[in-house]
């Protein structure tokens, strides 16, 4: 959504708002909405049938599968963190290379939005004449008709989700553009009263939302909001909003949901990750006693080799019934885009990697790398772990100095020998990257609760307070640990702890414990900086964030520290595009201008 006055024919779906590119979601799979793009539909004469609905619905997801999109979640959620710095032939990409040295300005072109406000503007533009349809349809249902509306009001709350992440204030309007007489320059409205509308909007519609999709359709379950998306959504707002009771309410009924749809699996004999033959009739509780009971996908231990788990969660969607017990939303992407004429995963072939490059525009940071090669006084990867941490592994390659997680097929660790050694199966061929973009699972959701709890404890050593704190600090402290022995390369299913309760009995350990094992577990995912600013906004200060960003830039560090002391800094400036065109947008103060100008 451009701040201006649209001038093209918004009358003719010609324009981006409608017309669906052939290529569309599930790719491979003819149980979703291949259509071919609209042209030149009369607006009037478009909404007449069901199918018109789903054909919008899919445009909304093919949004989000651009590369335009996809990258701005990777470098908003991590470019500016100690994850990522330059990578192979950086210094051809001058938004890029500024923004990871914190140089940035508003005429950054990363700084643009316009891709997101597109994908709100076409669920709006659904939530607009979709009720009409089914007046008139008699084969669109009300249940399904309900169902559409909690799925784009979903997408469209997770997409300015991202925008107050990364903007702080942002224009926010539930009205479908599609008429040249309409204004668009409204100015910001505040961070804190977007999150409430987007609460509102998504506690509004939850239970209109598809609980479960047929096991026949098993990528519709990750690939499409559901209730357990919107329920994730809503876990991690109220965590924004400091609101840590609902939040841990929103958790549980996602939480619930796995184990469910694990106990299902279990009954059915379905393959869950470990080598087996699932294990008919054993509980949740038994067959993930790894997990302290929780569904996270698990290597197959009886040979000693975690790279499954990778597999079944970063690359391949051969196993996505396994995978749906931990992911809960995904941007999905075909495994053999070439085969297929589908679209590959173009922001992960570029940012991250290929075949032909190894390392992509973006690579780990020296401190990730030296992190990953540490035998002692690690910050990251807990000493106690020695060798043992598959995540050291899965998610940079420490040779290459390039990000793994998404990039390679797979990664094999044998964990037979007391430093485990790690094959990394080829690469995804330039081009042809089918990784899916994962943007809620489940160990998020366990970690996110874990920090409500930790938020919900009293500060002091006093015995009262000690008291008070014990039953929180268990839970929390459960839930990290039942992450982290998912992640030991230890081929039993009984091992020794990494984590040692008894090193967390405060509130600051264990805030740092929660902090810790997120980066670890979510490392490249785009998350990150989101956490430090989440982090940043509780605390009122920028110490943590600052000393995240300053790790990476050498000697550098010093101009970070002095840029970032600043709370208005830790987010982008709004594009001097958007300035000139929207004069209702006011400048973030950290920035001048908003011209060639980048800090004050």
Not at 404 to 418: E, F, H, L, P, Q
Not at 499 to 504: F, H, I, T
Request: proline share 3%; with cysteine.
């Amino acid at each position: 959504m451009k701040s201006y006055h649209i001038s093209n024919k918004m009358k003719s779906i010609a324009c981006a708002l409608l017309a669906v590119p052939a290529a569309l979601l599930f790719t491979g799979c003819s149980d979703f909405l291949e259509l071919e793009p609209r042209n030149e539909i009369v607006l009037e004469s478009f909404w007449t049938e069901k199918a018109d609905v789903d054909n919008i619905v899919a445009g909304c997801y093919s949004g989000l599968l651009s590369n335009a999109c996809i990258q701005r979640m990777i470098i908003w959620g991590e470019g500016r963190s100690e994850n990522l710095y330059v990578g192979l032939n950086t210094n051809q990409n001058a938004d890029l290379l500024n923004l990871l040295n914190e140089n940035i300005t508003a005429i950054n072109g990363y700084t643009t939005w316009v891709d997101f406000y597109n994908v709100i503007n076409r669920c709006n533009t659904v939530l607009k004449y979709a009720p009409g349809v089914a007046a008139n349809d008699p084969g669109y249902t009300d249940s399904e008709l309900n169902a559409t509306i909690a799925e784009m009001i979903g997408l469209r709350s997770l997409c300015y989700f991202y925008l107050i992440r990364t903007f702080r204030d942002v224009p926010f309007t539930r009205v479908a553009y599609t008429d040249d007489d309409q204004r668009m320059d409204l100015p910001a409205t505040p961070f804190n009263q977007v999150l409430d509308s987007l609460i509102i909007d998504l506690e509004s519609v939850r239970d209109m939302a598809v609980k479960r999709y047929p096991s026949t359709k098993p990528k519709y379950q990750s690939g499409r909001i559901t209730q357990d998306a919107i329920n994730a959504m809503l876990c991690e707002m109220y965590l924004w909003k400091q609101d840590y009771d609902r939040c841990i309410q929103y958790a549980d009924l996602v939480i619930e949901s796995k184990k469910l749809l694990a106990e299902e699996n279990l009954r059915s004999g379905t393959n869950l990750g470990r080598g087996g033959t699932g294990g008919r009739g054993s509980s949740v509780s038994e067959y993930y006693a790894r997990t302290n009971g929780y569904p996270l996908t698990q290597a197959n231990l009886s040979q000693g080799s975690y790279g499954n788990t990778f597999s079944t969660l970063f690359t391949f969607d051969d196993d996505i019934t396994t995978a749906n017990q931990e992911i809960i939303f995904q941007l999905v992407f075909d495994d053999d885009p070439r085969a297929t004429s589908m679209p590959a995963n173009g922001a992960v072939n570029s940012f991250y990697g290929n075949a032909s490059v190894n390392r992509g525009l973006i690579a780990p940071s020296d401190y990730i790398i030296e992190e990953t090669g540490k035998e002692k006084s690690r910050e990251l990867y807990d000493d106690k772990n020695k060798w043992m941490d598959a995540r050291m592994y899965e998610n940079c390659n420490k040779s290459n100095q390039c990000v793994a997680k998404y990039v390679y097929r797979g990664v094999s660790i044998n964990a037979s020998t007391t430093q485990p050694t790690v094959t990394y199966t080829s690469a995804w061929t330039d081009g042809q990257v089918g990784s899916n973009w994962i943007i809620y699972r489940l160990s998020d959701i366990m970690l996110l609760k874990a920090e409500a709890l930790t938020q919900k404890m009293r500060e002091g050593v006093e015995q009262e307070t000690m008291d008070y704190n014990k039953p929180l600090l268990e839970q929390a402290f459960s839930l990290v640990n039942a992450v982290n022995k998912r992640s030991v390369c230890q081929p039993t299913q009984s091992l020794t702890d990494t984590l040692s309760a008894g090193d967390y009995q405060t509130k600051v350990q264990m805030e740092d414990l929660v902090l810790r094992e997120r980066h670890r577990e979510l490392m490249f995912e785009g998350k990150r900086w989101y956490d430090l600013v989440r982090l940043s906004r509780r605390t009122g200060n920028t110490t943590t964030l600052t000393a995240a960003a300053m790790k990476k830039a050498g000697t550098g560090a010093s101009l970070i520290q002095n840029k970032l002391s600043k709370m208005d800094a830790i987010y982008l400036p709004y594009n001097n595009d958007e300035i000139k065109v929207n004069h209702n947008l006011v400048q973030n103060p950290a920035f001048q201008s908003g011209e060639n100008s980048s800090y004050e």
